[in-house]
C-alpha cells in the first residue's frame, strides 16, 4: 500500500503553490495584477488544449500516448513552484545567455523538487518526463509545446474581450503565432487558425 509522508506531502505542497504564482509574463505586458492568470490556471488550459489536439491526432491515425501527453503537460510549468515564473522578457537584455539561464534554474528547481517524491521509481519516471518535454524531440511533447503557445493566444483574446487594448499584446501575439505556423501538426494549424479568428473578430469588435 502506498502511503503519502515528508517529503511527499513536500511535493503535493509544492504543486498546490503554483495557484499562487502570477505569469509575470503578462505583467510585463501591461496586464494589470488582478488580471494576471496563475502558473496553475494555465497549466490546466495547456493540457486540455493537449489533450483536443492529442486526440484529434489520434483520430488521423497517429499513435500517441494520451495519457503522456498529459502528464507532460500537468507537470511542464511545475519548477515554477520554486522559481516562479522568469518571463523572457526579463532575460532578453541578456541575449542568447538569457534562455540558457532560465533553462539551467528550471532544471535546477525540478530536480530539488523530484527528490520529494518518496518513491524511487516516481521520482525517476517523473524527471524522465520532464527530460522529455525539455528535449521537444517525441510527439507528445512537441504536442505540449505548441498548446502551451496556443494557451497565450487563446489567453490574449480573453484579456482583449476584458478591455485590453490591441497595442497592449501585439509583440506577444505576433511572435507565438509565427511560432505556432512553423508547427507541422494539422491539429495545431487547425486550432492555430481558430485563434486568428477569434483574434481578429474580438480586436474589430472592441476597436470600435
Known sequence: MFKLRGK????????????????????????AFADVESVAEHSYSTSALAML????????????SIERVLRLALLHDLAEALTFD???????????????????????????????????????????????????RTLESQIVHAADKLDILFQIVQYHRKGYPKATLIDLWTSTNRSLMRVRLSSVREMRRTAVQLYNVTVSQHSK
Open 86 to 136: 522568469i518571463s523572457k522578457s526579463y532575460l532578453e537584455y541578456l541575449g542568447k545567455r538569457g534562455e540558457a539561464i532560465k533553462h539551467q534554474v528550471e532544471r535546477a528547481a525540478w530536480s530539488h523538487i523530484a527528490t520529494g517524491l518518496q518513491n524511487a521509481s516516481m521520482r525517476v519516471k517523473y524527471t524522465q518526463l520532464q527530460s522529455e518535454f525539455d528535449a521537444e
Open 8 to 31: 511527499s506531502i513536500d511535493f503535493i505542497s509544492r504543486v498546490s503553490r503554483l495557484k499562487n504564482i502570477p505569469r509575470s509574463g503578462w505583467l510585463s505586458h501591461g496586464v
Open 53 to 64: 489536439l492529442a486526440d484529434i491526432e489520434s483520430r488521423k491515425g497517429r499513435r500517441i
